[in-house]
């Protein structure tokens, strides 16, 4: 099999179980991704992402292009080699983070000028350069630099936005023509919260070739309801025989819903930075580790859940971790929940290929849509 | 063998290498103790003790006490359950922190009056009180109470201060006689910079039967000229036949002198403080990992080190997660230099075996006191 092969095994209504090849190795979907931010999963090390059956992680072009720099981490032999993980890795285009950290932006046919958030310098990134930086991470999989539009935009700003962001996708794809080498490239449909500019940006983005499809700019302030309105519309009209990817989403049961949807692709920063802040997510629902009611509890925070947190500490040890501001915290609560996420996904594959998606999915609104 | 048998294998002048038989197993001496402070040692987790060949660590009375709590501890089965430890366990008597964190400390014969440094809430200790918190928490070695007198106290105030130490420690024994149960208790040596006055409290302690004894009141911001003269002086008073312990001393040179002067046991939390702040000990000295000259070296941290960090990670990636402010940052910097500090007393123990003690102490001083 060519790398960039997608391949579908099983489908229970739109949901589908699948394998995507990369150059790091083939990718079980539905899955999700742990985003490694920094080159480096917060409170986490590779081994462990390796024990909790992590199989592909995320990379985020622009923090890295600033810190430490897409040359540097060419010059160590690619992200993979320099934060030593050997599994696939899936860079952004750095378009996201341009747009929600960074000051000073300035948008044109060209490109996007803004100043880093670390330092104020200023910087220039064309689809080009998001090719360019991506290339030197040396990623498995590449995104196509978007403008990813806020909440609100109006009809004609995002359809204005939608229409560069498709001339940038195929920039993008100009810089990195089709079987240019092992990293693979995704375009991303964006179009806001308008059906018609949705079915719009897609039927653009499916005349480029790419080897996988994304949805951006969902999970931006809207309601719920407006983004599985979107979702469910728009994922239908993804290449079918391609990998298909919803960007920054979201909850177990938002991605529960996004496979629902036909989505094979997810990343959030939810349960690695909901750890941090003692929000943990169980078989029994969401917690919050630093109530009372957990001071004295010898259960484990998830009785159904065999991750190195649950199989050894109590809920009573996690929340001292967590009163004392103790580093251990962190890495136990990030633990628990990638296992827990991680688990989520394994469970719907398992799920369509049984057949038995949607009492899955009922199942998991029984404990998460309250 | 009884719990609390301490067995001297073998001797290389002053230096011994020996086992000290435990509630939780046979420590084997020279050996160093990461420091726990709150139930965690910080950024790493009991796995990672284990792997890194750690055979006991150190809980903080002070801090256990006041956060979580040590009759919460007790109800949770103890420390080593609740923290998921099952190693020995040394715990300090919460003196040292009352006099050097707490705020409003008032000394009288019966104890110490004391306010929380997190809440201002107001406590007492007394000897009694020390060894009941100690009991709730179930270490294998408790430590007596005693008064850590400040550097640049005057003489008449250290005698003072030693002879109160003497009879709280009298009071300690008296409230776990000997052969009370399967926790051991050690008596600490004060008396300052004058060495009559240690001479003095060390006579005092030795008519108290305790398992073993310890120094303390050193590196308190004396020189480590007057450190050494304390401790080479005061070492060989302490009884043959038992287990010695420096108390939160020092670098891998004052360990390798201490093991000199005939110190079996040592506690620091410089390995894992200075970890976090980016200063790793190796075998080659003393680095400071943000420094500019490592943002592009390829080389592992310490060429002769196997731990995770060395095997897997380049200066460069330490540097930029430090750099970056990465939670992994403490993690792998933790890991590296308690298996250095480790590894220390490892090959002390093994070269006091082979009779090569002093060679081993030059090839350290070559590497550590410039």
Not at 62 to 79: Q, W
Not at 89 to 97: A, K, Y
Not at 302 to 309: E, F, I, L, R, V
Request: include cysteine; charged fraction near 20%.
């Amino acid at each position: 099999m060519n790398i960039g092969t997608f391949t579908i095994q099983h489908t229970d209504g739109a949901a589908r179980a699948g394998e995507l090849l990369t150059a790091h190795g083939v990718i079980p979907t539905p899955i999700f991704m742990p985003v490694g931010t920094q080159g480096s999963v917060k409170a986490v090390c590779p081994q462990d992402l390796k024990d909790l059956g992590a199989r592909i992680i995320l990379g985020n072009t622009y923090h890295l292009y600033l810190r430490p720099g897409d040359e540097m981490i060419a010059r160590r032999g690619g992200l993979h080699r320099f934060m030593h993980w050997d599994r696939p890795i899936l860079t952004d285009s750095g378009g996201f983070q341009v747009f929600s950290l960074s000051a000073l932006r300035k948008l044109s046919e060209d490109g996007v000028a803004f100043s880093s958030h670390i330092d104020g310098s200023k910087h220039f990134f064309t689809p080009e350069k998001a090719i360019s930086i991506q290339r030197n991470l040396g990623s498995d999989i590449m995104m196509v630099l978007d403008e990813c539009v806020p909440y609100g935009a109006d009809y004609q700003y995002t359809r204005k936005s939608l229409e560069r962001t498709t001339r940038w996708a195929a920039r993008c794809r100009a810089a990195y023509p089709q079987g240019g080498g092992e990293q693979l490239l995704f375009g991303i449909g964006q179009g806001g919260f308008f059906k018609d500019l949705r079915e719009e940006s897609i039927r653009q983005l499916r005349d480029i070739p790419f080897d996988g499809y994304a949805l951006g700019g969902l999970s931006v302030g809207e309601s719920k309801a407006e983004m599985m309105d979107i979702l469910y519309h728009s994922a239908p009209l993804l290449p079918v025989e391609k990998a298909r990817y919803l960007m920054g989403v979201g909850t177990p049961l938002d991605i529960v819903r996004g496979i629902d949807a036909g989505i094979d692709m997810f990343d959030c920063v939810l349960p690695t930075r909901n750890a941090r802040n003692g929000t943990l997510f169980t078989s029994e629902g969401k917690l919050n580790i630093k109530r009372a009611e957990f001071a004295e509890d010898d259960s484990p925070l998830d009785p159904q859940c065999s991750c190195y947190t649950c199989r050894n500490f109590s809920r009573a040890y996690l929340r001292h971790l967590y009163q004392a501001r103790e580093i251990l915290s962190y890495r136990l609560n990030t633990i628990h929940n990638l296992s827990y996420f991680l688990s989520v996904v394994t469970a719907a594959r398992q799920a369509i290929q049984d057949g038995a998606f949607q009492s899955f999915k009922s199942q998991m609104e029984s404990i998460y849509d309250t």
